[in-house]
């Protein structure tokens, strides 16, 4: 005896059930299991949400804490081999929001905004060793307006916005209050901003560029930084203090030429 084929209304209405049971998968893939495929040495504690719409209560990166971080991703960019997130990033009080977009030769962060303590950037473990031996401990409160930050082959290759900096204090072997400041990085390739004070007792009028290596191989780590200038100071304290740039011109200026990298 033959059996009898399944009707068309039953095929459709099995062919619905798997679609819809492929299209749930994707939609509602937890983030538990996407995060899994985060290369060495990124870790994503306490995973929550899904793919498309997930947080990691703490992303670690070497073991050492970077902050709670959620996504919002796009899935049509994927389809042309793109990555498009809305990002949000926060800890101890600080906390940033922006969108990234990424291919497999560069990253791009868009509209990237919020505040942060000095503090608690400084103690992210994304820094080179070799900048946090020129970055001094110190207080003070970021407040970050970027509309575009670009990275290409471990190099910051585009950066234009304003970061301003309130209540800065060194915190070396003296306390030293050095009042509040703002970063303006210009549009166009390459990145430039001119770093000037917002009152306080100095003043500063300076340029920070990156330095042009010559084999992107063997650049450092966020690439080499050049910083010049001038400062000259308001409160006669801090006179014998800017003498560590040599002496002063007959305004009263000091010149800066510092580099790091």
């Not at 990002?87 to 919020?114: K, M, Q």
């Not at 990145?191 to 450092?220: F, K, N, Q, S």
């Amino acid at each position: 005896m033959s059996r009898a084929l399944p009707s068309r209304r039953a095929v459709l209405l099995a062919a619905a059930t798997l679609l819809a049971f492929l299209v749930g998968a994707v939609v509602w893939f937890p983030a538990a299991l996407a995060v899994r495929a985060l290369p060495p040495p990124y870790l994503c504690v306490e995973p929550t949400g899904s793919l498309w719409r997930g947080r990691c209560g703490d992303l670690r990166m070497g073991g050492a804490s970077i902050g709670a971080v959620s996504w919002t991703l796009r899935a049509l960019p994927l389809l042309r081999a793109r990555v498009e997130a809305g990002i949000s990033w926060a800890r101890s009080g600080s906390h940033l929001d922006g969108r990234i977009e990424a291919t497999a030769s560069a990253i791009e962060v868009r509209d990237l905004r919020g505040e942060a303590d000095l503090s608690t950037v400084r103690a992210l473990p994304l820094w080179p060793p070799s900048l946090l031996q020129a970055w001094s401990p110190g207080e003070g409160r970021l407040r970050i307006d970027l509309k575009r930050v670009g990275l290409q082959a471990r190099r910051l290759t585009r950066i234009e916005g304003r970061v301003d900096v309130d209540g800065l204090v060194s915190l070396g072997r003296e306390r030293w209050v050095l009042g509040d400041y703002r970063l303006d990085w210009r549009e166009g390739p390459g990145p430039v901003g001119r770093l000037t004070d917002r009152g306080g007792p100095l003043r500063l009028d300076a340029t920070i560029a990156a330095v042009v290596m010559g084999d992107v191989a063997d650049a450092p780590p966020g690439g080499a930084w050049r910083l010049e200038g001038k400062v000259q100071a308001r409160d006669p304290a801090w006179r014998p203090r800017l003498m560590i740039f040599g002496p002063a011109d007959t305004a009263g200026q000091h010149a800066l030429s510092i580099e790091w990298r």
